[in-house]
């Protein structure tokens, strides 16, 4: 006869008591380096605002706009984190958590300039030999443990990230019972927005320097790489399949989110072009498809057909990997694209009722009544009151197929820009 123990045995109990222990311990030990790395992170914060803020202003080797651009809201993060430690040295973990997240926009202030701050210190340590005399002074100070400016500005942003980690940990350990565990819950969400917001910002930069990159690496100024809204994907060499069986020549292709840039190597004795590429056509990826002809099997390499509305291109690689990679790039942003299109398409589909006028009073698309009233009406209040309706309902003008990419040049007969 076997025995099962109830909810309330003494088994049960013992088991729930010792988990209770586990989460407490844990609890603990996470609340303990909280405060600890908090004492650290404040005493950090007081050296850079007192050694560089505060003696900067007085001496006015930086103005004013200037200083602030690099400092940003540091000194209110400051603020911020001395009220924050008050309260965890006291024990309110929740208390202090809730009123420090109510404040977590002086950290977007901060992470949102961060990169506009690295910029304008390194202007200012190349022209104002004062401030990189000064920099270098109070880097020295045993108090900054050989720490530089630019790493110690990275503190606030890398901050976001160990308060993620220790909420998480304290939220997990803590009893849904616990008074705090609903302040701790609501840190943790406000927090992790915050983190978010540091992902994507670093993402964004990233895609800035490679779009700059491209930019440069394409000679004139023809081809225009840095635009809104464009992300780069990836880069590489692959070989052009002539229709009339000529022999396949290879082209440099520069992939984004929506087009694709095929480009030549500048001759190598260009005495200023040598290590540039001159833009040819770029292939908007709205409406494009992309299938392998071969290379789904093992065999070596294979081949890439991309269809446009006037154009067609056979794309040949020898490496079977690269020849996957550059399918599934080319397929998820062709995807991404159309979706991105369908949806707001249907947006502006769904908008034409509200954009017409109303007329006298009534509601909805411009009806067969409406229309009647107007005829009815004189040739000058007509042309009064019509235009801006006309303005409002009308159609939106049909796009150029090479309007996407928003590159110079004109458009050839195969639906593609020619640069």
């Known amino acids: 006869m076997s025995f099962s123990p109830g909810p309330s045995s003494p088994l049960v109990f013992d088991s729930i008591q010792q988990q209770r222990g586990r989460w407490e311990r844990k609890r603990r030990r996470t609340s303990r380096e909280l405060v600890q790395t908090e004492q650290l992170y404040v005493r950090q914060l007081e050296l850079v605002n007192t050694f560089f803020v505060e003696i900067l202003k007085a001496k006015g080797t930086l103005k004013q706009d200037i200083r602030e651009a690099i400092f940003s809201s540091i000194k209110d993060i400051q603020s911020v984190t001395q009220s924050l430690l008050v309260h965890l040295e006291n024990g309110y973990f929740g208390k202090g958590l809730d009123q420090f997240c109510s404040h977590l926009h002086f950290y977007n202030t901060y992470v949102d300039n961060i990169y506009d701050a690295k910029k304008v210190l390194e202007i200012q340590m190349k022209k104002n030999k004062a401030f990189r005399r000064f920099k270098k002074l109070q880097e020295a100070r045993p108090e900054f443990n050989n720490q530089k400016l630019e790493d110690l500005l990275q503190m606030p942003v890398l901050r976001i990230n160990q308060y993620k980690h220790f909420l998480q940990d304290l939220t997990s350990n803590t009893s849904p019972d616990d008074p705090e565990f609903q302040q701790l819950s609501r840190a943790v969400t406000a ?49 052009i399949v002539p229709p009339k069986g000529a022999e396949a020549k290879p082209k440099m292709f520069f992939l984004f ?163």
């Not at 225009?224 to 990836?234: A, H, N, P, Q, S």
């Not at 494009?288 to 890439?304: M, N, P």
């Open 191 to 239: 927090v992790c927005e915050v983190s978010q917001r540091i992902q994507d910002n670093a993402r964004h930069h990233e895609n800035h320097l490679q779009l700059c990159r491209v930019q440069k690496l394409l000679k004139g100024r023809k081809t225009k790489v840095l635009t809104t809204g464009r992300w780069y994907i990836r880069e590489g060499w692959l070989h």
């Open 257 to 419: 989110s929506d087009m694709l840039l095929q480009a030549q190597h500048c001759s190598p004795l260009h005495p200023t072009n040598g290590e540039k590429f001159a833009g040819q056509h770029a292939y908007p990826l709205q409406d494009a498809t992309v299938e392998k002809v071969f290379g789904h099997t093992r065999s070596k390499g294979g081949l890439l057909s991309l269809t446009f509305p006037k154009a067609k291109l056979l794309l040949m690689s020898s490496n079977q990997q690269d020849l996957n990679d550059w399918y599934q790039s080319l397929s998820s942003a062709i995807r991404k694209l159309q979706t991105k299109h369908t949806v707001v398409h249907r947006r502006d589909e769904s908008g034409l009722g509200r954009l017409c006028p109303a007329g006298d009073g009534s509601t909805g698309p411009c009806s067969n009544t409406a229309r009647k009233r107007n005829v009815e009406r004189s040739d000058a209040t007509e042309h009064a009151q019509r235009t801006p309706a006309i303005q409002d309902c009308s159609a939106p003008k049909r796009m150029k197929p090479c309007d996407g990419p928003e590159l110079s040049g004109e458009a050839s007969s195969s639906g593609c820009v020619i640069l």
